[in-house]
């Protein structure tokens, strides 16, 4: 089922004129696992398949960075440490790069994607749920009440776990497919993955091409993210770190089944995030890329390890092409991050100064 997308609209205005709101929305998302379809046609298609880049020089990789201090910082540190022979080397095994997905490789304003995608979730499942209409949260929901919303939250966590769970993995995955494939940003009325950054798609193939592995470490679901991060950025499933579900076994009809669960099993957000790491990739990264507080204890984890390693946080800065937020927002809040890359020196990108493109779709 669509998202009414003028009633959107109307929610996204209420939200972003209601900071607390927001902030409010932003914390239930963090505890819901928050942090599509096919790109345009000069758009994040340009993303190579891992293993598949060649170009490994910066001159000819990285078209859409401006040649300042941060793509200098980038550069100096691949060469430095893809150069053999030498005390800053660092071999192909250990080249591990991690980068957060919301607002680092795509946007996450007037709110985190996913979350417009749960809340469509709720509006599809409700021909099934007659209950649900007196329940205040879904009346200000369907509404598009933000405010009442924010206000009914303990009554809307409820509705997002019994739409988004219940059925196969696959089913979800096939509902993940079919939502992108139609729902439109309401700012750029583009699909979802259209508004990745070009820069960070070469940025990834730059650092594929000189024996990186790259992952994804974010604060959304990797059942959201899974579905579409291989063709989109070029990071196979696997390569995937995220909040998980509950899923268990069950044989239905004969066959082997996974069934999503209502509840999430781990947060990878925060203090979560080298947790998830640790977990999953095994190793410590030698660079990291994010954009908020949230992101700070990754970074933090990955500088604190021996040799080389780079820190770098994207600033947005840019209202004109995309967005201009940092310390008083309530998605995406760069304070505390801020302050520490600052202090100690990391690399920070401003999206105004760094990038001469934002999006894939958008010429310079």
Avoid at 336 to 351: C, N, P, Q, Y
Wanted: charged content about 20%; proline content about 7%.
């Amino acid at each position: 089922m669509p998202f009414a997308w003028a009633g959107s609209h109307r929610l996204v205005r209420r939200a972003v004129s209601d900071v607390k709101a927001v902030a409010v929305l932003a914390m239930l998302l963090a505890a819901l696992g928050g942090c599509a379809s096919s790109p345009g046609a000069d758009g994040a298609a340009s993303a190579q398949p891992a293993g598949t880049a060649t170009a490994a020089s910066a001159a000819t990789a990285l078209p859409s960075w401006r040649d300042g201090a941060a793509r200098q910082a980038i550069v100096r540190f691949v060469e430095a440490v893809t150069r053999p022979g030498t005390p800053e080397y660092v071999p192909p095994a250990e080249r591990i790069a991690v980068f957060d997905n919301d607002g680092t490789l795509w946007s996450e304003q007037p709110l985190y994607f996913q979350f417009f995608f749960l809340l469509d979730q709720i509006r599809a499942a409700a021909p099934q749920h007659p209950e649900w209409k007196n329940n205040p949260a879904f009346k200000a929901l369907m509404a598009n009440d933000m405010a009442g919303l924010m206000r009914e939250e303990k009554r809307l966590l409820p509705l997002i776990a019994q739409a988004n769970s219940g059925m196969t993995v696959d089913e979800y995955d096939r509902t993940i497919r079919a939502w992108l494939d139609t729902a439109r940003h309401p700012k750029f009325n583009r699909p979802y993955t259209d508004l990745v950054f070009q820069p960070q798609i070469e940025l990834l193939n730059y650092l594929r091409a000189n024996g990186f592995k790259t992952f994804i470490v974010s604060g959304g679901t990797i059942e959201f993210m899974r579905p579409w991060s291989e063709r989109v950025y070029g990071i196979p499933p696997e390569q995937v770190v995220g909040s998980t579900q509950t899923v268990t076994y069950e044989v239905r009809n004969g066959q082997p089944t996974l069934l999503r669960g209502p509840k999430l099993e781990f947060i990878n957000d925060g203090a979560g995030k080298p947790v998830g790491i640790y977990r999953q990739i095994g190793r410590r990264p030698i660079l990291a890329v994010g954009n908020s507080d949230g992101d700070l204890q990754m970074l933090q984890y990955t500088m604190a390890g021996t040799g080389q390693r780079l820190a770098v946080l994207v600033h947005h800065d840019d209202a004109e092409r995309e967005f201009a937020y940092d310390r008083k927002s309530g998605i995406g809040k760069l304070d505390k991050a801020l302050d520490e890359a600052l202090t100690r020196g990391w690399t920070v990108i401003s999206m105004k100064q760094d990038w001469a493109r934002i999006y894939p779709f958008v010429r310079p």
